[in-house]
């Protein structure tokens, strides 16, 4: 992407336009490539989880990389918390998935009202409510997609640093 944020990027010579491309693609990819290898390679139970959360954290630099990076692991945390909490605090009631789910979110939700950055605490919740692995607790549960959540934007930052000692590099050799 460009290293101007929120620049229309059509009205760019094409050849900056290619190059923007190209950083995108192979920070997308590489972003996405580790953060997968890394949780197969860890074993976690649904490592689809971990580079979905890479691409969501992956932005055009590494400020704006490391503050969703701050933001996901502040909303996984709370989400995955209040799921965990509410689950067992209202499994002998033995209410219907769908009534659940409801409580879930408006906990959820009442909490991270005045912080919408930490919306992803919402998701959160609701994965881990309705994803909970068989054989697995709801705390095992919450605590695997908390893994992978975090793992995923881990790489991001990963990427996101290696792409901007990269680009000094290339500047650096390119003045002399």
Same mark, same amino acid.
Request: charged share 15%; hydrophobic share 50%; glycine share 6%.
């Given at each position: 992407?460009?290293?101007?944020?929120?620049?229309?990027?059509?009205?760019?010579?094409?050849?900056? /336009?290619? /190059?923007?491309?190209?950083?995108?693609?192979?920070?997308? $990819?590489?972003?996405?490539?580790?953060?997968?290898?890394?949780?197969?390679?860890?074993?976690?139970?649904?490592? !689809?989880?971990?580079?979905?959360?890479?691409? +969501?954290?992956?932005?055009?630099?590494?400020?704006?990389?490391? $503050?969703?990076?701050?933001?996901?692991? +502040?909303?996984?945390?709370?989400?995955?918390?209040?799921?965990?909490?509410?689950? +067992?605090?209202?499994?002998?009631?033995?209410?219907?998935? $769908?009534?659940?789910?409801?409580?879930?979110?408006?906990?959820?939700?009442?909490?991270?009202?005045?912080?919408?950055?930490? /919306?992803?605490? !919402?998701?959160?919740?609701?994965?881990?409510?309705? $994803?909970?692995?068989?054989?697995?607790?709801?705390?095992?549960?919450?605590?695997?997609?908390?893994?992978?959540?975090?793992?995923?934007?881990?790489?991001?930052?990963?990427?996101?640093?290696?792409?901007?000692?990269?680009?000094?590099?290339?500047?650096?050799?390119?003045?002399?």
């Amino acid at each position: 992407m460009s290293e101007r944020p929120h620049q229309i990027v059509s009205d760019l010579p094409r050849r900056t /336009r290619i /190059r923007i491309m190209f950083v995108c693609a192979a920070r997308s $990819s590489l972003t996405a490539g580790l953060a997968f290898g890394m949780a197969v390679l860890l074993q976690l139970h649904q490592p !689809l989880w971990a580079p979905v959360s890479a691409l +969501i954290t992956n932005k055009e630099n590494l400020g704006d990389t490391f $503050s969703e990076f701050r933001n996901r692991v +502040i909303g996984t945390t709370l989400g995955a918390t209040l799921a965990i909490l509410c689950q +067992i605090s209202m499994q002998h009631l033995h209410l219907a998935p $769908s009534t659940e789910l409801m409580i879930v979110t408006a906990v959820t939700a009442a909490v991270i009202a005045n912080r919408p950055e930490w /919306r992803v605490g !919402l998701w959160t919740a609701v994965i881990i409510l309705l $994803s909970k692995d068989v054989g697995s607790t709801i705390l095992e549960t919450g605590l695997m997609r908390f893994l992978e959540v975090t793992l995923g934007s881990t790489a991001a930052i990963v990427i996101a640093a290696l792409e901007t000692r990269a680009r000094r590099f290339w500047s650096d050799t390119t003045k002399h």
